[in-house]
């Protein structure tokens, strides 16, 4: 896995870049046919973890994009909890990954589109940490239109 620094990256704000590597991962995943998801974790300005939607891939229905960050960041911590680390994600959280963030303790999730049927928010129950931050909107347009577009070309089909 390559790590990469936000002190290496073009003069973005940190949200921005650390956006576009998830985005680069959702285009990873668009390639496999797979719905175009894509999660980075970072800590102390670098990326620790990374992960697409790879659900059709492994034939598993938990394979989803912010799992297989939780896991690779995960292995470089050596250690099961992500506390001071971000989860940036093209899209909203599901409910499972959202769980799966609570049990992490991740301090921070930013992630681009909401997803008004499948997103977390959209129950009533708080399903992530307490202490966990979570902001939404960065670079939203360009996640919703990927997801838009395969959509698209699916039932075009």
């Given at each position: 896995m390559k790590y990469i620094n936000f002190s290496d990256g073009p003069a973005l704000s940190q949200d921005e870049f650390f956006m576009q590597e998830a985005l680069k991962e959702a285009r990873k995943a668009l390639e496999l046919d797979e719905v175009p998801i894509g999660a980075v974790i970072v800590h102390g300005g670098r990326i620790i973890g990374r992960g697409h939607n790879l659900t059709e891939q492994l034939n598993d229905?938990?394979?989803?994009?912010?799992?297989?960050?939780?896991?690779?960041?995960?292995?470089?911590?050596?250690?099961?909890?992500?506390?001071?680390?971000?989860?940036?994600?093209?899209?909203?959280?599901?409910?499972?990954?959202?769980?799966?963030?609570?049990?992490?303790?991740?301090?921070?999730?930013?992630?681009?589109?909401?997803?008004?049927?499948?997103?977390?928010?959209?129950?009533r129950e708080r399903i992530i940490h307490p202490?966990?931050?979570?902001?939404?909107?960065?670079?939203?347009n360009d996640a919703a239109q990927l997801m838009k577009d395969f959509f698209i070309a699916k039932r075009n089909k």
């Open positions: 229905v938990t394979a989803h994009a912010e799992m297989q960050a939780f896991t690779a960041a995960a292995n470089y911590t050596g250690g099961k909890y992500l506390k001071d680390c971000t989860l940036y994600v093209t899209i909203e959280p599901c409910v499972m990954c959202a769980g799966a963030s609570y049990w992490t303790q991740i301090s921070k999730i930013v992630f681009a589109a909401h997803d008004s049927k499948r997103g977390f928010s959209s129950i202490r966990t931050e979570v902001i939404s909107g960065i670079m939203a």
